[in-house]
């Protein structure tokens, strides 16, 4: 079935430092990619996504390339802030064949810490 | 614009009492579905709904019950709370499911829920 791995975490940077949170999936077919965020007591909220191979998602400063060769979905930014600490679960969607409905799989999430 | 709402925010129970979580959205999204949150194990889905009249079970059903008699409400029943069951429940809702449509899941704040 569908996966997702996040890399380990938890991840403590200082602020202005540089992020990058691994993830890689296995699928069937040809799925999309996203990036959740879940700040303190809230839900989680997409970040960005890329729906195809070589496809680059971005918001807020984040950045991730859809790698289908490497099955990876690396999150990335440049110089992180305070408030960039929270939780990111990478997902997908897979729209392979079989029921009509795709249904997102998460990773175990990924909790920063950015301290000033 | 409410979007998502779960309520209650937090609930104790007793090991054998039920209970229902509710969840209502006002985005008129076709989509709904519970997810439960537990530490180092990411999202996973509970029961989901394509429309009303419609529902399905997800990753992990045992133990609740949904239904869908609007498009707006989209309750999660535990029948006999079991300490299995203390999590962190959040509903999602998206415009449409429908693969490839890619239609971003938008959460509620999560219901903190403990058996004891």
């Known amino acids: 079935g569908d996966s997702v791995t996040q890399m380990e975490g938890p991840v403590t940077l200082s602020e202005e430092a540089f992020l990058t949170i691994n993830c890689t999936y296995t699928a069937t077919g040809y799925p999309s990619l996203f990036w959740y965020v879940q700040y303190p007591g809230e839900g989680l909220q997409l970040l960005l996504k890329a729906t195809k191979a070589d496809d680059k998602g971005s918001n807020k400063g984040f950045e991730a390339t859809y790698r289908k060769e490497t099955t990876s979905f690396h999150l990335e930014k440049g110089s992180v802030q305070v408030s960039d600490s929270a939780v990111y679960f990478c997902?997908?969607?897979?729209?392979?064949?079989?029921?009509?409905?795709?249904?997102?799989?998460f990773g175990q999430g990924t909790i920063l810490t950015v301290h000033p | 614009n409410a979007g998502v709402t779960q309520t209650p925010k937090f609930q104790v129970l007793k090991t054998g009492q039920s209970m229902t979580l509710q969840c209502a959205q006002d985005m008129n999204h076709e989509y709904m579905s519970w997810y439960r949150q537990d530490p180092g194990m990411g999202l996973r889905l509970i029961h989901y709904s394509v429309g009303a009249g419609i529902t399905d079970q997800g990753e992990v059903p045992n133990g609740y019950n949904v239904s869908r008699s609007t498009t707006e409400d989209f309750p999660l029943r535990l029948l006999s709370a079991a300490p299995s069951q203390t999590s962190v429940y959040f509903c999602?809702?998206?415009?449409?499911?429908?693969?490839?449509?890619?239609?971003?899941?938008?959460f509620g704040n999560g219901t903190r829920l403990t058996v004891t």
């Open positions: 997902a997908l969607s897979d729209n392979a064949g079989g029921t009509s409905y795709g249904k997102l799989t």
């Open positions: 999602a809702s998206s415009y449409s499911a429908r693969r490839g449509d890619n239609s971003p899941l938008h």
